[in-house]
């Protein structure tokens, strides 16, 4: 498809912010206005449509497609979406340790032992951590306030929230990144421990790493997301 547009700009409309092209206002795809909450992440949107060349690049607007979902889908049943991050909580990859033997072991206490000891916390629940890999539920009144805490996420917010952690497999990694203080490498890296174990005893595989790089760049991508859908 070629570029079809001169001017990029944003606006405010609806109570929020929206990206304007030419002067005509966008629309997500399910032909919803694409009204965004904050200047911040309408600017992230702009970005996007501001750096394509005269050939539109369709895997070029990862923040598009977030706001998209957030609008379309989110907002109309958010419900389904704190069902898909609670069952990444019973099943949290951050709990799921190794035999106590077993070297890996150390890492992983190392790396991901804080983490879930910051989120018990922070979020005042319990996770059982498991050695093996027989499925083990958390808790229910864990599960109960977790499912409480993400009925007061903005469907924004949770959208990105979603991605982070579908990609890290760890509903703490993904409530960790929304912290002000979080460092979303080092979570994404906590995240990946098992795959960086694996690459130091067997090599890297270049295409294995290929995918990782780019789910790294999607993790922190939604993190930006996440962190401007909230600014100001």
């Known amino acids: 498809m070629k570029r079809f547009w001169n001017e990029v700009a944003i606006q405010q409309a609806g109570g929020g912010w929206q990206v304007a092209l030419d002067g005509r206002a966008i629309r997500t795809q399910g032909g919803a206005p694409q009204i965004v909450p904050t200047r911040a992440l309408a600017e992230m949107l702009a970005a996007e449509w501001r750096a394509q060349g005269e050939t539109v690049d369709t895997t070029g607007f990862p923040a598009r497609d977030m706001a998209d979902h957030a609008i379309d889908s989110v907002t109309s049943d958010p419900e389904a979406v704190i069902a898909k991050l609670l069952r ?84 703490c990694v993904g409530l960790g990144a929304l912290e002000v203080d979080a460092d979303p490498q080092a979570l994404w890296d906590a995240a990946e421990l098992e795959e960086t174990w694996q690459a130091e005893l067997w090599g890297v595989e270049p295409e294995a790493e290929a995918r990782r790089k780019q789910r790294a760049r999607a993790f922190l991508h939604a993190a930006a997301f996440a962190r401007a859908a909230r600014a100001g």
């Open 88 to 171: 990444y909580a019973e099943s949290d990859t951050l709990c799921y340790r190794a035999d106590p033997d077993e070297a890996l072991h150390r890492r992983q206490w190392e790396v991901w032992e804080p983490l879930v000891a910051a989120f018990e916390a922070r979020e005042g629940v319990r996770m059982d951590r498991v050695s093996g890999i027989i499925h083990r539920s958390q808790p229910s009144d864990t599960l109960d306030r977790l499912r409480a805490r993400l009925t007061t996420i903005d469907p924004f917010t949770l959208a990105a929230l979603e991605v982070m952690t579908a990609l890290s497999a760890s509903l």
